[in-house]
Structure formats: C-alpha cells, structure tokens
C-alpha cells in the first residue's frame, strides 16, 4: 500500500479537504455542475392555492391513466459539504525505519487502503485523534482493530513499531475522518422539509469509495467565479463557505447528498413539477447553475440520449449556451447537482463532465433522487417512532 499523496504525515492521523468542489473522480467521467440571453431566475408561488401536488391525464390506447404529480423547489443553489465518517478511512500506509530495518504495520497487519477502523481493542473509533491516542498508549503491544472491509466487519491484529530516528512508536498509516467541499442544491421538498444535490455520491479522494457517513452538515457556500475548462483540462467552480446553516445531512449515496432543512433556512428556489422518467424527451432543455456571484441563472442545454437502464447515468446533456461556454467552457466540477428543466417540469440533474469535451456530461433522473428522498425520510420517520 503506497503513501498517500495528500495530507500531512503525522504520527498517527491525517485530515484534509477535498478541492473547493464536489470534484470527485468518477467512472468514466468526472462528477461535477442558445443565445448569450441567461435568465435571472425568481421565485414563484404555487397558482394551487389547496394542495402542492396537481393532476394530469394520459392517453392511451387502451385507458386514460391519472398521475398525481408533486411540486418541489428548484434550487440550483452553491453549498457548501462536511461529511463525517462511520470510523477512520485508511487511505494509505508507510514503512517505518526501526533497528530491524524498513517496516510497514499496515501491510504486515493486512490493512488495506479503503479499510474503515471502528474500533481498537473494542474501544469505539471515530476521529483520528481517538486511533492516535488508542495506538500511541499500546506502546508496541499488540492491539485488535475492527475493521470494515467490502461491508463486512472483520478483526485485524496491529503493532505500531518503534521509530529509529526519534524513538517514537508509529503505525505509519494514512487515515481521514472527514471530508469537505462545494457543489450544488439540486431541491427541496417543503412537505417533507428535506433537501438533496449532487445527484451522486461523495467519494474519498484517494480510495474512490463512498464515504461512510456517520454524521454531516450543509452550509451555506458563495461563488466569486470560475476556472475555464477545456479538452483534456476539468475546469472548477471558485467557491468559500460562508456561516449560513443550510441543515443536516442524513445520506451520502450515489444518488446524491440528502438531508434535513434548519427551519430558519429560507427556501429561495422555483416552484417547478417533477417529471416521470417516461416523460423525458432528446432535445431542446435547460440548466439552473451558479458561475458566479449573481446567483442562479437558466443555460441553454440539449438532452442527446437517455438511458432508462441505467441506475444513475441516465441523461447524455451537451451545453449550448454561448455565455456559459464562453465564462466556464461548459460543466466545470462543483456543478453537480445543476437542475435540468424541460417543457416546464424539473427532469434531471447534472451529475457528470466528459474529460474529453466539457460541454458534455452526464445527468440522473429528478424522479430518481426524489425517489431516494423518499425512501429515505420514511426511514428517518420509522426510526424516530
């Protein structure tokens, strides 16, 4: 197991943050965000003055079929993302210069990178200041890990070794317990009062796996511009965190982020119906992103292909909005979760850029993350009983 590229070499532990996007390496793709004329986009009310959802008919050849449809708030809003983990995710590992020579406890222990430690010696493990401080006091001896790998829980014996330079017994791991960055709100549902954006999941910079979420908040997150991207080059989002309170993340799935609204969180979205996935048509669309600090606005997009099989990558979109191509060259990283709009109802979200050519990428379902939003908020509910 090879050093980690990214931290720095403490003891024990190691923190950082993820690049000021949501940016997170993905399969064949990496995860991200016509005329000239973008759109100021301002709130609208519900013309239903009873009830939030309304009612459309279909024909058939055979009946007409009746869809009850929900409303939710577009928002295609910054934010900002702390995620905490279930545990300390090894991301890598180093050989420790002892009197014996060249050793690495990680690799005599059968660690492997992407393995998540609960727990040292029953002891419960949830910062890495906790396994510093559990692996420093074993003063060599051995300990027993509880290690999560590929789902399972398994027990691994560990020694840290004594350093030869300072005397110091080390463990010579590269281990995170959290990660950080910015991406995009995609909506809000004002019944359930849950969010969600992204439209896939946050990974761990270094293993490429999910990051298990133990506990997680969204802020709020200001965006002053933008790194243009090109073939071959992924451009960015320029983007802080500011003190706003969004709420609290419930779920980190590779269907996006979701969670809870703080009830003093004003909901400044749009007032858009949900599409069904059969309604989704090629053509002529748009969608809500932020590039900078005049909030968001509607760009000129095109659905070229849908994949109804697919899981996640359901919509290939390609930009064709002349102001958005000529400030960002197309989606940079920290637009995922954009909305897409077409023919009036909310029908997708970006999720993905092509490497090779930035004005295209890779959208979900809209009725996909609402699906997961409510299944999720029925958990939430059960478990609260």
């Given at each position: 197991?090879?050093?980690?590229?990214?931290?720095?070499?403490?003891?024990?532990?190691?923190?950082?943050?993820?690049?000021?996007?949501?940016?997170i390496?993905?399969v064949?793709g990496i995860?991200?965000?016509?005329?000239?004329?973008?759109?100021n986009?301002?709130?609208?009310?519900?013309?239903n003055?009873?009830?939030?959802?309304?009612?459309?008919?279909?024909?058939?050849?055979?009946?007409?079929k009746?869809?009850?449809?929900?409303?939710?708030?577009?928002?295609?809003?910054?934010f900002?993302?702390?995620?905490?983990?279930?545990?300390?995710i090894?991301v890598?590992?180093?050989?420790?210069?002892t009197?014996?020579?060249f050793?690495?406890?990680a690799?005599a222990?059968?660690?492997k990178?992407?393995?998540?430690?609960?727990?040292?010696?029953?002891?419960?493990?949830?910062?890495?200041?906790e396994?510093?401080?559990?692996?420093?006091?074993?003063?060599g001896k051995?300990?027993?890990?509880?290690?999560i790998r590929?789902?399972?829980?398994?027990?691994?014996?560990?020694?840290?070794?004594?350093?030869?330079?300072?005397?110091?017994y080390?463990?010579?791991?590269?281990?995170?317990?959290?990660?950080?960055?910015?991406g995009?709100?995609s909506?809000?549902d004002e019944?359930?009062?849950?969010?969600c954006?992204?439209?896939?999941?946050?990974?761990d910079?270094?293993?490429?796996?999910?990051?298990?979420?133990?506990?997680?908040?969204?802020?709020?997150?200001?965006?002053t511009?933008?790194?243009?991207?090109?073939q071959?080059?992924?451009g960015?989002?320029?983007?802080?965190?500011?003190?706003?309170?969004?709420?609290?993340?419930?779920?980190?799935?590779?269907?996006?982020?979701?969670?809870?609204?703080?009830?003093?969180?004003?909901?400044?979205?749009?007032?858009y119906p949900?599409a069904?996935?059969r309604?989704?048509?090629?053509?002529?669309?748009?969608?809500i992103?932020t590039?900078?600090?005049?909030?968001?606005?509607?760009?000129?997009?095109?659905?070229?292909k849908?994949?109804?099989?697919?899981?996640?990558?359901?919509?290939?979109?390609?930009?064709?909005d002349a102001?958005?191509?000529?400030?960002?060259?197309g989606i940079?990283?920290g637009?995922?979760?954009?909305p897409?709009?077409?023919?009036?109802m909310?029908?997708?979200?970006?999720?993905?850029?092509f490497v090779d050519?930035?004005?295209?990428g890779?959208?979900?379902?809209?009725e996909?993350m609402?699906?997961?939003?409510?299944?999720?908020?029925?958990?939430?509910?059960?478990?609260a009983?």
């Amino acid at each position: 197991m090879n050093k980690a590229k990214r931290g720095i070499n403490l003891v024990f532990t190691f923190l950082f943050l993820l690049t000021a996007s949501v940016c997170i390496i993905s399969v064949k793709g990496i995860d991200v965000g016509n005329d000239s004329s973008a759109v100021n986009l301002k709130k609208t009310e519900n013309t239903n003055e009873e009830t939030d959802t309304f009612n459309i008919v279909y024909q058939t050849a055979e009946k007409s079929k009746k869809t009850v449809r929900n409303y939710l708030s577009v928002l295609g809003t910054p934010f900002g993302i702390k995620l905490y983990t279930k545990g300390v995710i090894v991301v890598g590992s180093e050989s420790i210069l002892t009197k014996d020579g060249f050793i690495n406890p990680a690799e005599a222990a059968g660690l492997k990178q992407g393995d998540i430690i609960t727990a040292v010696n029953e002891k419960p493990v949830k910062r890495n200041g906790e396994l510093s401080k559990y692996l420093a006091e074993s003063n060599g001896k051995k300990v027993v890990l509880t290690v999560i790998r590929d789902g399972k829980e398994i027990k691994v014996d560990f020694k840290a070794v004594l350093c030869d330079n300072d005397k110091r017994y080390k463990a010579g791991l590269w281990v995170r317990d959290s990660s950080a960055g910015i991406g995009t709100l995609s909506f809000y549902d004002e019944k359930l009062k849950m969010f969600c954006g992204l439209g896939h999941g946050v990974n761990d910079i270094d293993t490429g796996e999910l990051v298990p979420l133990l506990e997680g908040e969204a802020i709020g997150a200001d965006i002053t511009g933008a790194y243009k991207g090109s073939q071959g080059v992924i451009g960015e989002l320029i983007g802080v965190f500011n003190e706003n309170i969004i709420g609290s993340i419930i779920e980190n799935s590779t269907k996006g982020v979701y969670g809870f609204y703080d009830e003093n969180t004003p909901d400044n979205g749009i007032i858009y119906p949900i599409a069904e996935k059969r309604e989704v048509k090629t053509g002529k669309a748009q969608m809500i992103s932020t590039i900078d600090e005049n909030g968001p606005k509607l760009y000129d997009i095109e659905i070229t292909k849908i994949d109804s099989g697919s899981s996640e990558k359901n919509l290939v979109i390609n930009v064709t909005d002349a102001s958005l191509i000529a400030k960002t060259g197309g989606i940079v990283q920290g637009m995922s979760g954009s909305p897409v709009i077409q023919d009036g109802m909310l029908v997708g979200v970006v999720t993905h850029v092509f490497v090779d050519n930035p004005k295209g990428g890779y959208g979900i379902f809209a009725e996909t993350m609402y699906d997961e939003m409510t299944k999720l908020y029925e958990r939430e509910m059960k478990n609260a009983a």
